[in-house]
């Protein structure tokens, strides 16, 4: 059995890979602190059988009913859970799904809070202040240099994607969740408080204005002037979205560019002005200091509104969306860049302050003393990876729909730590 101090588990790469990279390598350099990377999912049942880990660092936690959660806990009964909360700016319908919601959740994890507005959403779910991490964005770090240096510039993604460098580039990462979600994943949330009234206004929002946006960015990139990028969220794969063009639009633009390579990072960096819907990529945007803008064809729903929507321009016609080809750019993104550095970039470098955290977190948490007994006769693990009890199959973690580009080996993470270490040397 393999002795683990902070076992960090990814669920997105392309969200999460760049900040653990970055934190295992100052955790080596700074700290003498040695950081294991796994996949939440794709190593769940390798990790289980193999691993003994002190600290566990997790993408989320809402409930250890989650996805492979009670058999990570049931496995590692010892261990102490650290949640990074990777999503912390909840649109209305989110409020309530996306709280803790049972008692290990609530007062056996430590929760990191990007800001003071994140600590209040914690305590008034009943999570205790001792179990609350007051830090910032790590990712919005990740805007600012030396961090910036380490992504692939504009000159090199155009080579890799046949990308015209002298164009305007537009980056649209669309966050139209709902017109994909299923009615499995609905029932659940409603379980946990959610009003189905706001999730059938969703995805009808979501699934019509997809429609649209499809529609609109195939005709700007048709008229050539300009590079147009669309990116689909994480969760969402480049198939599905061919779908849905084929089957509720029709033929696209071949000269639209649908990539799901590369975070959405560099593309931000790389690009021009930023559009997109109601996603938080705006924000990173707009710390990027690009020109932003918010498309809404259809007004959003209630469900969906969200406080930092006001400091963004907007874009609800056609006719407004086709002239994001002239020279001209949609709006300034300084109000919410302001807002943004206030609420979560206001405690210092939340990269180092991470680092430091669980590193002082997993020397405090003492090895389990094993006795005689114990040695000569280990205690068993609950083998809860083998079969579902329910249902007698083989358990089945990792979904490559839901997580297209989420699979990596040891390799990714020993050179994407190499590459920090020569940024942040």
């Not at 492979?68 to 700016?89: C, G, H, K, M, V």
């Not at 996306?98 to 290990?104: I, V």
């Not at 990714?412 to 942040?424: C, Q, S």
Request: glycine share 4%; charged share 25%.
């Amino acid at each position: 059995m393999k002795k683990v101090s902070i076992l960090w588990l990814v669920e997105h790469v392309a969200r999460e890979l760049d900040v653990a990279c970055a934190v295992r390598h100052l955790a080596r350099k700074r700290h003498g602190v040695e950081l294991e990377i796994r996949n939440v999912y794709y190593h769940a049942k390798e990790l289980m059988q193999n691993a003994d880990p002190q600290t566990v660092i997790l993408p989320f936690f809402y409930t250890t009913t989650d996805l492979a959660y009670d058999d990570y806990i049931a496995t590692w009964p010892d261990a102490q859970y650290f949640n990074l909360s990777w999503e912390q700016i909840h649109y209305n319908a989110h409020v309530t799904i996306k709280a803790p919601s049972d008692d290990f959740a609530r007062k056996k994890v430590i929760h990191h809070a990007w800001g003071d507005f994140g600590k209040g959403y914690l305590l008034s779910h009943g999570v205790p202040e001792d179990h609350i991490f007051l830090n910032g964005n790590p990712t919005y770090q990740l805007y600012r240099q030396p961090y910036a240096s380490y992504f692939t510039g504009r000159e090199e993604l155009a080579k890799r994607y046949g990308l015209d460098p002298a164009k305007k580039w537009i980056f649209f990462p669309e966050n139209y969740r709902w017109a994909f979600v299923t009615q499995s994943k609905i029932d659940r949330w409603i379980s946990r408080g959610a009003e189905a009234s706001q999730f059938l206004a969703m995805r009808k929002f979501c699934h019509d204005s997809l429609v649209l946006i499809l529609q609109w960015c195939s005709e700007l990139a048709e008229e050539g002037k300009m590079e147009v990028i669309f990116r689909p969220r994480p969760a969402t794969n480049t198939a599905q979205i061919a779908a849905f063009a084929a089957e509720h639009v029709g033929p696209l633009s071949p000269r639209l560019r649908i990539l799901k390579d590369e975070s959405a990072r560099e593309w931000i960096l790389a690009s021009d002005t930023v559009v997109s819907s109601f996603s938080t990529t705006m924000i990173e945007a707009s710390i990027a200091g690009k020109e932003i803008a918010m498309v809404e064809p259809i007004a959003l729903p209630e469900a969906l509104d969200c406080d930092f929507y006001q400091y963004i321009p907007r874009l609800v016609r056609r006719e407004e969306f086709l002239a994001l080809a002239n020279p001209a750019v949609p709006g300034s993104s300084e109000r919410l860049r302001d807002w943004a550095t206030k609420q979560m970039l206001a405690y210092g470098d939340p990269i180092e302050n991470l680092t430091t955290y669980i590193c002082q977190l997993a020397s405090r948490q003492p090895a389990r003393r094993v006795g005689l007994l114990e040695r000569l006769s280990p205690r068993p693990r609950p083998q809860r990876w083998i079969k579902d009890a329910a249902t007698g199959k083989e358990k089945t973690y990792f979904n490559a729909a839901t997580h297209e580009n989420d699979i990596f080996d040891q390799e990714l993470v020993d050179r994407k730590t190499a590459r920090w270490a020569e940024i942040l040397a």
